[in-house]
Structure formats: C-alpha cells, structure tokens
C-alpha cells in the first residue's frame, strides 16, 4: 500500500486527487475500522492510519476519514481546547482549504469564511497569494498552512498576509520544518520533480524551512508565537491522535 500511495500522489495532480478523494474517503474509513487509533477532527477511530508522502513517506499519519494529517490534528485540538474559534464571530480566511476543515468550518454559524486558492477546485475565491483581491485589515484570523513553502516569493506573500489582516488579528501559518536547520534552504537551480521530492520533500516545494523562518515573520511585522501545543499532551494522546512530538504552530499577530 505504501508504494502504491506514493506513486498516486506523484502521478496525479493535486486537484484531480482531491476530487478523487471524496470517492475514496469512505472506502477507506469502512475498511479501516477499529480502535487503535483516533481522528480528533471526526472522533472515528481505526486499527492504523494511511501512509503519506511524496519524497520519504511516512507511515500512520493520514486519517482514513477526514484526511487529516498530523498537522491538522494538533491545530483542530489546539482550535478546541486553547481558542474561542468555534464559538465567537469571527472573519476568516483559509488559503488552500484542506478537506478534513472545509465542511466543518463552513458548517460554524459564528463564522464568516471565505476561502481562497489559486488551483483548488474546492476554494471559493481564486487569487494569488502575492496579489489578493481583498482589502487592507480585513480578517480577523487567517489560516495559510503549507502554503508558503509552494511560493517563490514567500516575503511578498507574507506582506500580503500582513496587509489583508487586521489589528490584534491572528494567523496560522503553519509550514514543513526542519528544526534543526538554522537557516532555510532553496535553490531554484533544482528543477526535476524527482530530485525536488528528494531534496525538498515534495514535488513542488522550493525551499526547506529552518529555525529562521519565525524572524522572517516578524522583520514582515508580524508578532510571532512559536506553540509547542505537544508538549501540553500526554505521551498517550500524542500516540492516539498520531501527531508529530515537538511540532511547533506559528501563531501570528498584528
């Protein structure tokens, strides 16, 4: 299953996968039944989760239900547990909404929600994250996670984020992240797809975030909160929601 995985998510491209996905979902969830693991998102729970990659694949991160991986998982348990985002109005904007969130957020009366891509076939709005049509100081909170490492230009982006967010306004901006990198890797020099999936992780990333990414937020002007939401878990929870021990969620503000 692993191999066949990962030649999927090489061969197809991503929009046709998400549209594929919503056929695939259920199959998946019904053969996988069980009660090792739990999707915080839905609360179903399953003998394993499902391999996920494009360079080096990992193996038990994806939920057979929501198609959450573990990023998601920690941020909708930090959303629930440690914010009013669930329960206060709020303005939102989502850049290339992930399925596991879409329906649920759209789904919350107190939200205002508005997303956004520029390939997603499931994003209201099509727009370049370097360009956007929307006005200065207009969200009070924006969700942009794993997008930046797909932007050449991630500091005109992060202006734009900035731009577009209103004071004491917040973001999630969560992105891949080697920290034990100091300073971020990119050579626009690698081209090859199968050398970028080697290098970078994935096809169509362009760089490697290191420990530097956080002071890049904040010379853009951003207030940066480096959250180590795992390290409030127990080692059992950690095991049960499948989530990555020391991921770190950049929450920013203006």
Excluded at 116 to 135: G, H, Q, R, V, W
Excluded at 194 to 215: M, P
């Amino acid at each position: 299953m692993k191999k066949i995985f990962k030649f999927v998510l090489n061969l197809i491209p991503r929009p046709i996968l998400i549209r594929l996905s919503y056929v695939v979902r259920p199959l998946l969830a019904f053969f996988l039944k069980g009660h090792t693991y739990t999707d915080p998102i839905d609360g179903k729970s399953f003998r394993s989760f499902l391999p996920y990659g494009y360079g080096n694949q990992r193996n038990n991160v994806l939920s057979p239900s929501t198609l959450s991986l573990e990023r998601h998982r920690l941020l909708w348990l930090y959303l629930k547990s440690e914010t009013d985002f669930f329960t206060k109005p709020f303005k939102v904007l989502h850049f290339a909404p992930e399925q596991c969130f879409l329906k649920r957020f759209k789904d919350l009366n107190n939200l205002d929600y508005t997303t956004t891509d520029l390939e997603s076939p499931i994003a209201d709005i099509k727009a370049d994250i370097c360009n956007l049509p929307f006005n200065d100081n207009s969200y009070d909170i924006i969700f942009c996670n794993h997008v930046l490492e797909h932007i050449p230009d991630d500091t005109k982006a992060m202006q734009e984020l900035y731009r577009v967010l209103k004071p004491g306004g917040i973001g999630v901006f969560q992105i891949p992240q080697d920290l034990n990198r100091e300073k971020t890797f990119e050579d626009d020099s690698i081209t090859d797809k199968k050398e970028r999936a080697k290098i970078f992780g994935q096809y169509d990333h362009v760089r490697i975030y290191g420990r530097d990414y956080f002071d890049k937020l904040r010379s853009i002007g951003f207030k940066v909160d480096e959250m180590d939401y795992t390290a409030t878990l127990s080692s059992q929870e950690i095991t049960k929601y499948c989530l990555a021990q020391g991921e770190i969620i950049p929450i920013v503000s203006k």
